[in-house]
């Protein structure tokens, strides 16, 4: 599965981006996606996360009602709306694809062992 991961960029305070990421997976429904995103200095951390249909959804706290996940089955994509944005969102967001081998996605959902696939990543930067 290749990822690649677009749409970041420089937004003031309290801006909106989307964030895209486009997979060429075969059965890219067969895959949980999710986002995460690394700040410089600071360790990889989980954004959000849908199931294979997106009937489910997670965030991290801090971007809950301001980030929204969805993707689209049917074109490969997966997206992630920032609305709100602050200027401690300022990151390299990359997308990632569940490991199908692991089972336990819906507990795990926001570890980063449990993602086998990663796209290069987009950044984003949020001025105050």
């Known amino acids: 599965v290749q990822l690649q991961a677009f749409g970041g960029g420089l937004v003031q305070a309290g801006g909106s981006l989307r964030l895209s990421c486009a997979a060429s997976?075969?059965?890219?429904?067969?895959?949980?996606m999710a986002w995460f995103r690394q700040a410089p200095g600071k360790e990889r951390e989980f954004v959000a996360a849908?199931?294979?249909?997106?009937?489910?959804?997670y965030y991290k706290d801090s971007v809950k009602g301001r980030f929204t996940i969805t993707r689209e089955n049917a074109k490969n994509m997966v997206y992630l709306s920032m609305n709100s944005l602050r200027p401690e969102d300022t990151a390299v967001y990359y997308c990632a694809a569940h490991d199908p081998l692991k089972t336990g996605w819906r507990s795990q959902y926001s570890a980063r062992d449990e993602y086998a696939y990663w796209g290069q990543g987009t950044k984003v930067t949020v001025s105050s």
């Open positions: 849908i199931s294979w249909r997106g009937a489910s959804t």
């Open positions: 997976a075969r059965t890219f429904s067969s895959y949980a």
